[in-house]
């Protein structure tokens, strides 16, 4: 077993201790310029990706220029979903029925659901987010 187990720390730690000692025959400015070559690469390659990507990312923003009204009709509904769901690791899977009906069941055990918001009449506006305080500095 001894045998063993020195025999595979020797094959362990042969590779790392040939890793780690330097060439003599290589000179450290060899090695200098083989590092800035490296950093050189890199460069290049973030330079390339980032002008293959920007008509991407320009024309996702522009998409999101024009959701943005959507956006903002959607917004009182999606709070007042928040308000009633609480937790979404409180529930299971959705499941449809054959009829059409979508039933999302609370998990067993999960905590008791909050109390239902009282709704506004419909032509009452939505109420907008709070404003964020602001501290002088």
């Known amino acids: 077993m001894k045998q063993v ?10 590779p790392v201790t040939a890793q780690t000692t330097a060439d ?36 996702m923003g522009q998409a999101l220029c024009g ?22 690791t409180n529930y299971q899977p959705p499941e449809r029925l054959e009829n059409g009906d979508i039933l999302i069941r609370r998990k067993p055990g999960a905590p008791a659901a909050p109390p239902l ?4 009449p419909e032509n009452a506006p939505a109420p907008g987010p709070e404003p964020i ?5």
Request: charged share 25%.
């Open 117 to 120: 918001p009282k709704s506004a």
């Open 24 to 59: 003599p025959s290589v000179p450290a400015e060899e090695v200098g310029k083989g590092f800035s070559l490296m950093e050189e690469g890199a460069k290049l390659l973030s330079k390339g990706l980032m002008s293959e990507m920007e008509p991407a990312l320009d024309e």
């Open 133 to 137: 305080p602001q501290t002088d500095l």
């Open 67 to 88: 959701l943005e009204p959507a956006l903002k009709d959607l917004q009182p509904k999606m709070l007042e979903l928040l308000a009633i769901v609480d937790d979404l």
């Open 5 to 14: 187990f020195l025999a595979l720390a020797l094959f362990l730690c042969g």
